[in-house]
């Protein structure tokens, strides 16, 4: 069966001022659809815009905000009349063996990379009902397979996300709307606020996924065929064996 043309479609990507988001900005309007850049970094997300052109419109969001978020799809609304695909990508990790980790970095986890996640998709649905091969597709992780140590409230964070998506598909999947979730391993981009150089030297030693990779994988899963749903994709380095 054909793939879908995606041109034309509208699509909101969350976290577009950098590494994975940013990718798949670029990806999806080689591909003809109009792509709504939310990040809360203003002066990145023009940048991109200016290298998009007319196919991109910038919203400084912070997704952890339910207001904000709001006027994201208020405006999509208004511009678009719908929208296609909501890439939940924005989230962030600080690495921290549990025992010694600091609370308010547990709640600034929980707050994007949950509450972002809820947040968005809740003002989503409206907008993707009804329109044919429609899908939200939440960045997760390895982490939210497997548990990583060091990483355990970012872990649980994406177990959430897991849970939350295992759910809605039910809810969703009668109406047509897709939802899926994309595991990566290791890739190089800005993620992870604190990490040590020992773990960046692993992510060479690895030889980490680029976003591009993340951002294909992404574009495999909404253009297929609108009857066709592909759940989960987990991907990383070949040389990543563990977690
Ligand atoms: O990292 P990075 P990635 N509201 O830091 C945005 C997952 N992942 O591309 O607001 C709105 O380059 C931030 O924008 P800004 C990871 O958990 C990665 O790797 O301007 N946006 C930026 O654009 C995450 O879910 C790896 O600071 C907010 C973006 O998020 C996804 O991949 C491994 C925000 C982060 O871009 C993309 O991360 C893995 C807020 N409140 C999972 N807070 C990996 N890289 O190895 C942050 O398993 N953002």
């Avoid at 793939?3 to 309007?29: C, F, H, P, W, Y």
């Avoid at 052109?53 to 339910?66: I, K, L, P, Q």
């Avoid at 890739?187 to 604190?194: C, D, P």
Wanted: some cysteine; overall charge negative.
């Amino acid at each position: 069966m054909k793939m879908q043309d995606l041109n034309g479609k509208v699509a909101v990507v969350t976290g577009a001022s950098s590494g994975i988001g940013e990718a798949a900005a670029r990806l999806l309007v080689q591909e003809g659809v109009h792509v709504v850049l939310a990040a809360r970094r203003r002066e990145r997300l023009d940048v991109l815009a200016a290298e998009l052109g007319s196919f991109a419109t910038v919203v400084e969001t912070d997704v952890s905000d339910r207001g904000q978020v709001q006027a994201l799809f208020d405006l999509v609304k208004d511009r678009f009349g719908g929208l296609d695909l909501l890439f939940n990508n924005a989230g962030l990790g600080i690495n921290a063996k549990f025992e010694d980790s600091d609370p308010d970095d547990w709640k600034k986890m929980i707050d994007v990379n949950l509450y972002g996640v809820l947040n968005c998709t809740q003002a989503a649905i409206p907008l993707l009902r009804g329109r044919a091969g429609a899908m939200i597709c939440s960045v997760s992780s390895v982490g939210g397979r497997y548990g990583v140590e060091n990483w355990s409230v970012y872990s649980a964070t994406k177990f959430a996300v897991g849970g939350f998506h295992d759910a809605l598909r039910k809810e969703l999947g009668p109406e047509r709307i897709r939802v899926s979730v994309i595991e990566p391993g290791a890739v190089w981009t800005e993620f992870g606020q604190n990490v040590s150089e020992a773990m960046k030297e692993r992510r060479q030693q690895l030889e980490a996924l680029t976003s591009e990779n993340i951002a294909q994988a992404m574009i495999y899963a909404f253009a297929q065929p609108a009857n066709v749903l592909v759940e989960e994709i987990l991907l990383r380095p070949v040389l990543q064996v563990a977690p």
